[in-house]
C-alpha cells in the first residue's frame, strides 16, 4: 500500500499534465509540416539517452580521447551501434529542426513571440551543444575545428585574446578545453530539454499556428486522438530512415580526417564543420574582416530574434505567388550556402558565397516587412471590394 500510494504521489501529477496535453484544441487543417516540432522533440530524448551511455566510456583526457572512442567503436559490445546512433541522430535532428523553422517562416509562426524566441533560442543552444560534441572525438578535424571557432573570439577589441585563453584553459586546445566541453555538452541538453517543455507550454497557451490563419473555435478538434497517431506514424518513418543511415550508411557524413588522432603538427587540408554548420561557416568565409565575419556569423542566428519585430501582422502574405517564389528560392539559396560551405576557399566560391549570404539575409530581414506594404497595396488596386 507504502509503494502504491508513493507512485500515486510521484505520478499522478505527470499523468495528469499529460492527458492535459494530449488533450488540448489545435486547429483541424494542419497538415504534416506540423509534425516536425514532435520528431525533434523524439530526437532530443534519442540523443540524451545515447548520449549518457557513450559518457561511460569517455575521458576528457586529450591523451585518451582517442583511443576511448575508438575502444568503444571496436571493443565494447554494440559500442559501434550507440556511437553511429548518436552521430546520426544529431543529423535528423538538425535536418528536422532547418524544416521545423522553414515550416513557421512560411506560415508566419513568428507572429506568436513567445513561442517563437524561445524556439529560437532552442536553434541557438542546439548549435552550441552539437559543436561541443564535435569536439569530444579529439580526431584531427575536431581539433582544427574546435581551433578555428574558438579563435573568433579573438576579433573582440581589446579583450579578445584573453577571452580565447580563459574558453581553452590554456594556450591552445588541450585537456583542459576538452574537459570542460565535456561538462556542457553533457549539461546542456537537458536545459534543451527544459525550455523545450517551455515551448510547448507557451504553445498551448498561445495556440498552434496553421496554414490558413485564423481559424474559428468551432473547427478546433482534439489533439488526441486525430493527431497523436499522426505524430506516432511520423516518428516510426524518421526511425526507419535512421536506421537505414545508421546501419547501411554509417560513415556518410564522417570526416576522413576525423579518423586520425589529433595532431597539432598536421593541419588538414581543408577545415570544415558537419552538414548542419555549413551553411553559417559559408556567411562567416564570405565576409573578408575576421570582426565582419563574426558579427555576421552571430547574426546568422540571432535574425531569428529580430524577425518578429520587423514583420507586420496586418496582411497574411504567404498564399501570393511571389511570397512563395521568395521563400522558396531561400530555401534554395540556404541548399547553396550549405554547398559552397563545404567547398574550398577559392574562386568562384567564395564570390557565390558573398552573394548568397546577401540574399539570406535580404530575405529574412527586408523582404518580409516590404512584402506585406506591397501586398497591400497591390490587392488594394486590383481587388478594391
Known amino acids: 500500500i507504502c509503494w502504491s500510494l508513493l507512485v500515486a504521489f510521484l505520478f499522478t501529477p505527470f499523468f495528469s499534465s499529460f492527458r492535459v496535453l494530449i488533450s488540448f484544441p489545435i486547429p483541424g487543417n494542419i497538415t504534416i509540416w506540423w509534425n516536425w516540432g514532435s520528431i525533434i522533440f523524439f530526437s532530443l530524448i534519442f540523443q540524451i539517452f545515447t548520449g549518457f551511455f557513450l559518457s561511460f566510456y569517455y575521458s576528457g583526457d586529450s591523451r585518451f580521447s582517442f583511443e576511448l572512442m575508438d575502444l568503444c567503436f571496436r571493443d565494447i559490445s554494440f559500442g559501434f551501434i550507440l556511437m553511429l546512433l548518436h552521430s546520426t541522430g544529431c543529423m535528423i535532428y538538425f535536418f528536422s529542426m532547418y524544416v521545423h523553422i522553414s515550416r513557421g517562416l512560411y506560415y508566419g509562426s513568428y507572429f506568436f513571440l513567445g513561442v517563437w524566441l524561445v524556439g529560437s533560442f532552442l536553434y541557438l543552444l542546439s548549435m ?3 559543436f561541443l560534441g564535435y569536439v569530444l572525438p579529439w580526431g584531427n578535424m575536431s581539433l582544427w575545428g574546435a581551433t578555428v571557432i574558438t579563435n573568433l573570439l579573438s576579433a573582440v577589441p581589446y579583450v579578445g585574446s ?49 496554414p490558413l490563419g485564423p481559424v474559428l473555435k468551432s473547427r478546433f478538434v482534439s489533439f488526441d486522438p486525430y493527431f497523436t497517431l499522426n505524430d506516432f506514424l511520423g516518428i516510426l518513418l524518421v526511425v526507419f530512415f535512421f536506421s537505414v543511415i545508421a546501419l547501411y550508411y554509417p560513415l556518410l557524413e564522417y570526416d576522413s580526417s576525423n579518423f586520425v588522432e589529433a595532431n597539432f603538427l598536421v593541419t588538414p587540408s581543408h577545415i570544415k564543420p558537419e552538414w548542419y554548420f555549413l551553411a553559417a561557416y559559408a556567411v562567416l568565409r564570405s565576409i573578408p574582416s575576421k570582426l565582419g565575419g563574426v558579427l555576421f556569423l552571430a547574426f546568422f542566428v540571432f535574425v531569428y530574434f529580430v524577425l518578429p519585430f520587423v514583420h507586420s501582422k496586418e496582411v497574411y502574405c504567404f498564399k501570393s505567388f511571389l511570397w512563395s517564389f521568395f521563400f522558396y528560392f531561400w530555401i534554395l539559396n540556404f541548399v547553396s550556402l550549405t554547398v559552397i560551405g563545404g567547398l574550398p576557399v577559392s574562386s568562384p566560391y567564395v564570390g557565390l558565397g558573398m552573394l548568397f549570404t546577401v540574399y539570406y539575409f535580404f530575405f529574412l530581414f527586408l523582404i518580409p516587412f516590404k512584402l506585406d506594404l506591397w501586398f497591400t497595396y497591390m490587392i488594394g488596386k486590383f481587388w478594391p471590394y
Open 128 to 130: 552550441g551543444v552539437a
Open 162 to 210: 584573453s577571452l580565447v585563453v580563459w574558453l581553452w584553459g590554456g594556450y591552445s586546445v588541450s585537456t583542459p578545453t576538452l574537459t570542460r566541453f565535456f561538462s556542457f555538452h553533457f549539461l546542456f541538453p537537458f536545459v534543451l530539454l527544459l525550455f523545450s517543455f517551455y515551448h510547448l507550454l507557451l504553445l498551448h497557451l498561445r495556440g498552434s499556428s496553421n
